[in-house]
């Protein structure tokens, strides 16, 4: 054998003792290149018209691309339009498309597409952004790579609301099935899905036509439905997962097994949700009551572990949208709650009531019907099964519960936030249709507002005061994100509203 014939043997004996050694911890790489594999949640429906959750933008953005995105600091920053323009009085922006986009079904990705995309939401008979896009209108394609959203009334969110679902631009071709569309995505992100299979998995592989390809450093993505949250841990050791959300009690479990765990800033609310629709909550004194009703700083210590902080917000603190002066308006007091309950006209243990729950968060469940009972509440625990869907279906459009724990992440513009889970249509508002006209004037005002204006931050704020006073919800806590990952994935990009992969190497 040759010097050279011998340095080649040798490689590949090394890449082979590597390719093994990889498999046996688990993951990280395959013969064909860096692998990952997420143990999350699926995505309500893959098409970003009829996806239904906040929560859907850290799957959706696998495979889509939205016209703009968040930086790690939450600044907007370019994405497929690689600039945008407001006219004098801020009643239309124009994106400008960048040259050369294309959908990963191989057609063009221009104005036109971006218009028939926004038509589409706009317009579709099950479209979830329609509240979103309720003040545009009119889309026009002014060039190749120039669209213009004409707009209502002046509002300087739009650039923040296209960072998300509301500008994650799918193809007008594979559109024309929705039907389709919702199980298959076809957009302009990181990766192109090679297999489905509902409740279960999706497999992706590197979109080598995505815009930002050259900071994707993942050959092979598979995405699953996470397991028993007990098991989690257990599932990175044996190379089963690479990368999954964990629950904050379980983080000492993971460091100890020698794991990476990642503790980062997130967007995340929680909060006990109320219908005004349903008796005993169509009793302003038994919503008063819930109000003082609530240990803020127990759902921290017992939840997060200590490590999320109170809020009496859609917001966490930090943010800019947090307001301070409310902080301190109903604070824990369950002696005054058991006389408001008392004057409502129920005594200890006259009143009952069912506690809606998801099936991976009933200690929360469990800590709310504890802290009930302290003001004489009865109550049952409704534990909704796990499914992409099943929670969406029950809470947010059949709204069927008296009373939910439920919680809000991952969008972009606190408006749209503030919209989701207070506005008249909004997703999270459990007493939907109910909204004041106080609260719309408010966030009118902040829409009106440049991003810039001395006014802006003031008028949020205000908004979110008038929301927060005007729903019968009582949001308890905010929790960062804990991630657990196999220790060969480096440079993760965990922003506060949503988990991205451009950066992300694995070694």
Known sequence: MSKKSRRIAGAVILGVIVGLVATACGGGSSSDGAEVKWAFSLPTSWDPVTSRTGNDINTISLAYASLTRLDAEGNV????????????????????????????????????????????????????????????????????????????????????????????????????????????????????????????????????????????????????????????????????????????????????????VTVKPSLAANDVSINLNKAPFDNPKVVEAFRYAFDRQAFVDVVTNGLGSTTSQPFPDGYLAFNPEIEKIWNYDPDKASRLLAEAGYGPGQLSIEITAQSAATNRAELVQSQLKKIGVESTIKVVPPGSSTWQSEVYLAKNPQ??????????????????????????????????????????????????????????????????????????????????????????NILPSQVRWEGVTVS
């Open 77 to 260: 920053e370019p994405s497929l339009a690689e600039s945008w323009k407001y006219n004098a009085d801020g009643t239309a922006v124009t994106f400008t498309l960048r040259d050369g986009l294309t959908f990963s079904d191989g057609t063009t990705l221009d104005s036109q597409a971006v218009k028939a995309f926004f038509d589409r939401g706009k317009t579709q008979d099950d479209s979830f952004l329609r509240d979103q896009l309720a003040g545009v209108t009119d889309v026009t394609a002014d060039s190749a790579t120039d669209v213009t959203l004409h707009l209502s009334d002046a509002d300087y969110q739009i650039p923040y609301l296209v960072a998300g679902r509301t500008g994650a631009i799918a193809s007008p071709t594979a559109a024309a099935d929705p039907q389709k569309l919702s199980v298959w995505p076809v957009g302009a992100g990181p990766f192109t899905i090679t297999d489905f299979v509902a409740e279960d998995h999706a497999y992706f592989e590197k979109n080598p036509n995505y815009w930002d390809a050259g900071n994707i450093h993942i050959d092979h993505f598979e995405l699953s439905v996470a397991p028993d949250p007990a098991t989690l841990v257990a599932g990175v050791q044996s190379g089963s997962i690479d990368f999954a959300t964990l629950p904050a009690l379980q983080s000492k479990e993971a460091e100890a097994a020698g794991l990476d």
């Open 403 to 492: 009373l939910a724990t439920d919680g809000t992440i991952g969008r972009e513009s606190p408006v749209q936030n503030l919209l989701a889970v207070y506005g008249p249509e909004g997703i999270m508002n459990l007493s939907g249709p109910h909204a004041s006209p106080e609260f719309t004037a408010a966030l009118d005002a902040v829409r009106r507002t440049p991003l810039e204006d001395p006014e802006y931050k003031p008028r949020l704020w205000q908004a979110v005061k008038v929301g927060v006073e005007q729903s019968p919800t009582n949001y308890l806590f905010s929790n960062p994100w804990v991630i657990v990952s196999n220790p060969d994935l480096k440079n993760l």
